[in-house]
């Protein structure tokens, strides 16, 4: 456990010389946009976090890292295990942070110390202020999921097969998600198979049901962090260093 953690933060401090100012300048407009004008904002912060995994893979490859790894005393495998948990802990820090910006902004509501309340696309600012409405919090937690798993998904088959090879297998995987979703979409259109309520209406549920869907959610992102982290070592330990 302690070498994983020295690889992650051995991966933070190579990424955060560049990547931090961006994604530091990006997060404090869309935080201050948030609580001034809608807590959607909150999302964007999470997808400017990208800056700190792909930066790093930049100087991976640009530097040759995989040299580097080779001659330190750490195991093969942790160094690919702190990877994809620097990936996982990267964006779930931020995921924690928006959640808890997006109570601030509600209860706060600042969106009222700006002028002209009546118009109508003030009426649409406050419309998302709404205390009652899961979606700020829901976006959130999806975005954050959303995010990791594809970044754990990208980081496995960019050490597996190359990176020289991820756009080829950005377009691959975009393909075989487009071709299964619209079969999904055309039987169950059709009644073929039985209908699935794909998200599930978080409004309808109490607050401790949709908490547990939320830890659920989290944890499922987990679950395949680990076991992305799992397949790549497993396939890259066994290659000359």
């Known amino acids: 456990m302690k070498d994983i953690l020295n690889i992650m933060r051995f991966d933070f401090l190579t990424a955060k010389t560049t990547a931090l100012p961006i994604f530091g300048v990006i997060a404090v407009m869309c935080n201050a946009l948030g609580l001034l004008?809608?807590?959607?904002?909150?999302?964007?912060?999470?997808?400017a976090a990208s800056f700190l995994i792909v930066q790093l893979q930049t100087y991976a490859e640009k530097y040759g890292f995989h040299k580097l790894y080779g001659i330190l005393p750490i195991n093969r495998k942790s160094i690919t295990r702190g990877r994809f948990q620097y990936i996982f802990w990267t964006f779930f820090a931020v995921e924690i942070f928006e959640l808890i910006m997006t109570k601030?902004?509600?209860?706060?509501?600042l969106y009222r110390i700006l002028p002209n309340q009546e118009n109508?696309?003030?009426q649409f600012v406050a419309e998302t202020?709404?205390?009652?409405?899961?979606?700020?919090?829901?976006?959130?937690?999806?975005?954050?999921?959303v995010?990791?798993?594809?970044?754990?998904?990208?980081?496995?088959?960019?050490?597996?097969?190359?990176?020289?090879?991820?756009?080829?297998?950005?377009?691959?995987?975009?393909?075989?998600?487009?071709?299964?979703?619209?079969?999904?979409?055309?039987?169950?259109?059709?009644?073929?198979?039985?209908h699935i309520n794909v998200?599930?209406?978080f409004d309808a549920?109490?607050?401790?049901?949709?908490?547990?869907?939320?830890?659920?959610?989290?944890?499922?992102?987990?679950?395949?962090?680990?076991?992305f982290g799992e397949i790549t070592a497993g396939k890259v330990s066994v290659r000359e260093l």
Do not use: H
């Not at 004008?37 to 997808?47: A, G, H, K, N, T």
């Open 120 to 122: 109508e696309t003030m």
């Open 199 to 201: 998200l599930p209406d």
């Open 147 to 194: 995010m990791c798993v594809f970044f754990s998904y990208m980081q496995m088959m960019g050490q597996i097969f190359g990176q020289e090879n991820e756009m080829k297998i950005v377009m691959i995987t975009l393909a075989v998600i487009t071709v299964g979703a619209l079969a999904f979409f055309g039987l169950d259109s059709y009644d073929i198979i039985p």
């Open 37 to 47: 004008f809608s807590p959607m904002m909150f999302v964007y912060v999470l997808m």
């Open 129 to 145: 202020f709404n205390a009652e409405s899961t979606l700020n919090y829901s976006l959130i937690v999806g975005i954050f999921v």
């Open 205 to 227: 549920m109490s607050l401790a049901k949709r908490t547990l869907w939320y830890i659920g959610l989290n944890a499922g992102a987990f679950v395949l962090n680990v076991l």
């Open 104 to 109: 601030l902004a509600l209860v706060l509501k």
